[in-house]
């Protein structure tokens, strides 16, 4: 069974890069779109992007300027990066497996999420 | 604002039956994307309840079940059970903005 597990800093000030690993495991992440979604405190769902185990990336147009995610596919993990944080990314940040019937669909299994909290 | 609109929060007795709507548009639900659903238990990570308007992962009680119609969907839960008591998610996909969008949520209390 599938499991995903969030690492990265805590802390950040504003204006420095939040950067986050997920860790795949029990499966390959191969053959696999993979996401990350975060959700701000007391507040609701949002896709940040996903990224095929080949490298192709999508990004949520409201961030994809501030948005990276890569893959290591001998390290089963992929990664976020997002630049220029402020107050308003502080949030608990997953990860997920984006499971495709004939496009990317629904979200499956989900990391247990990290709390990332921007602050000077 | 999210894209897709649900109610705040909802209500019911235990083994009463409650729905849970989730209303778009003509660019996500209404364009026939599917829609989805997740539980959130206090303090845990979002999980899957329901996949393709109406389907069920492995594990999920049959109380739960899902539709759709038009620009809408629905989650129904029936017979409720104090562990229901979480936030419910929809989500779809936006045409418009070429982005997998959420429902704002809606949170279920057992009475």
């Known amino acids: 069974q599938v499991q995903l597990q969030e690492s990265g800093p805590g802390l950040l000030k504003p204006s420095e890069t939040l950067s986050l690993t997920c860790t795949v495991s029990g499966g390959s992440i191969n053959n696999y779109y993979w996401s990350w979604i975060r959700q701000p405190p007391g507040k609701g769902l949002e896709w940040i992007g996903y990224?095929?185990?080949?490298?192709?990336?999508k990004y949520n147009p409201s961030l994809k300027s501030r948005v990276t995610i890569s893959v290591d596919t001998s390290k089963n993990q992929f990664s976020l990066k997002l630049s220029s944080v402020t107050a308003a990314d502080t949030a608990v940040y997953y990860c997920?497996?984006?499971?495709?019937?004939?496009?990317?669909?629904?979200?499956?299994?989900w990391g247990q999420g990290t709390l990332v909290t921007v602050s000077s | 604002q999210s894209v897709l609109t649900q109610p705040p929060s909802v209500s019911g007795a235990p083994g009463q039956r409650v729905t849970i709507s989730c209303t778009g548009s003509?660019?996500?639900?209404?364009?026939?994307?599917?829609v989805h659903w997740y539980q959130q238990l206090p303090g845990t990570a979002p999980k899957l309840l329901m996949y393709l308007n109406n389907n069920r992962p492995s594990g999920v009680p049959d109380r739960f079940s899902g539709s759709k119609s038009g620009t809408s969907a629905s989650l129904a839960i029936s017979g409720l059970q104090a562990e229901d008591e979480a936030d419910y998610y929809c989500q779809s996909y936006d045409i418009s903005l070429s982005d997998w969008v959420f429902g704002g949520g809606t949170m279920l209390t057992v009475l």
């Open positions: 003509s660019s996500n639900i209404g364009a026939g994307y599917d």
């Open positions: 990224i095929y185990y080949s490298g192709s990336t």
């Open positions: 997920a497996k984006q499971v495709t019937t004939r496009v990317p669909n629904w979200f499956d299994p």
